[in-house]
């Protein structure tokens, strides 16, 4: 291997460090031909855990990994955030035994079609962008933390030496998570979360609730927290909420929450640990 092919690698696998990824789009981006990625790869520098994507030999697959290569070096405005990002952040109450953990991606943009093929414990899924429709977000290292907060969003750290990852704060992963809910199981699961959110922060909760798109999710977020007579939610700023008007139908034969006007299953009791 040449000296410049030489200096060319050193850098690559620094930066790659023990769970980073690289696309192969992103290598061409950045002056490695193909030749050249086929010689790193032969000669065992690379290993390509699916078709499109490398990383270093010996290094770690994980979802932490992946994510941050979509971020970063992909530069797409995707976050984890919803049901995983809750769990991640120490809010799950149970898990959905059989099923394997789908890290929960919301944002504008697409998964590459290399991000579902890897052979990962979870899986990605891909939300969309509701319930919130903010200015697209990339997520380089020059966007300050406070843009990311402005947006109900956060770097979080998954383990020593390793890079953040940008996720929803509580607050918002809540609203996502409540904007999914389809049926009584989905309630029951929102409801059992929801128990656990006794540290919201009221300031975040009003700003996220004024700009959250779906009058379902902000209903919903509501009367599970007055369910549970959380503190923070007598401190939260309601002014500019839009609510809708009318009642909605969550669940059939559902009781109706008086104040917020939706429908929940009359069983929420029975179903907390």
Request: proline share 6%; charged share 20%.
């Amino acid at each position: 291997m040449s000296d410049q092919n030489k200096s060319k690698l050193k850098p690559l696998l620094a930066g790659l460090g023990d769970t980073g990824l690289v696309s192969s789009r992103w290598l061409k981006a950045h002056g490695y031909s193909n030749s050249l990625i086929a010689r790193y790869a032969a000669s065992g520098w690379l290993v390509s855990p699916a078709r499109g994507v490398y990383m270093r030999q010996g290094g770690r697959l994980q979802w932490e990994g992946v994510v941050r290569a979509l971020q970063v070096r992909e530069a797409l405005s995707l976050h984890v955030g919803g049901r995983f990002a809750l769990a991640w952040q120490g809010h799950e109450h149970y898990l959905r035994l059989g099923e394997a953990a789908a890290v929960t991606l919301y944002g504008s943009d697409r998964l590459p079609g290399w991000a579902t093929k890897m052979p990962l414990a979870e899986r990605l899924q891909a939300c969309g962008k509701r319930p919130f429709d903010p200015p697209v977000l990339h997520f380089t290292p020059e966007v300050p933390d406070k843009a990311l907060l402005e947006q109900g969003l956060d770097r979080r750290e998954s383990g020593p030496g390793m890079d953040a990852v940008v996720c929803s704060t509580p607050e918002r992963a809540m609203l996502e998570l409540c904007d999914g809910v389809l049926d009584a199981p989905a309630v029951y699961e929102a409801d059992a979360l929801m128990q656990g959110m006794a540290t919201l922060r009221p300031e975040r909760v009003g700003m996220l609730l004024r700009r959250c798109g779906s009058v379902k999710a902000k209903r919903l977020f509501l009367a599970l927290a007055h369910r549970h007579g959380h503190a923070w939610l007598s401190h939260t700023p309601l002014e500019g909420v839009d609510l809708g008007r009318g009642k909605r139908s969550l669940v059939p034969g559902g009781r109706l929450h008086p104040t917020y006007q939706i429908t929940l299953p009359g069983d929420l009791d029975e179903h907390l640990g």
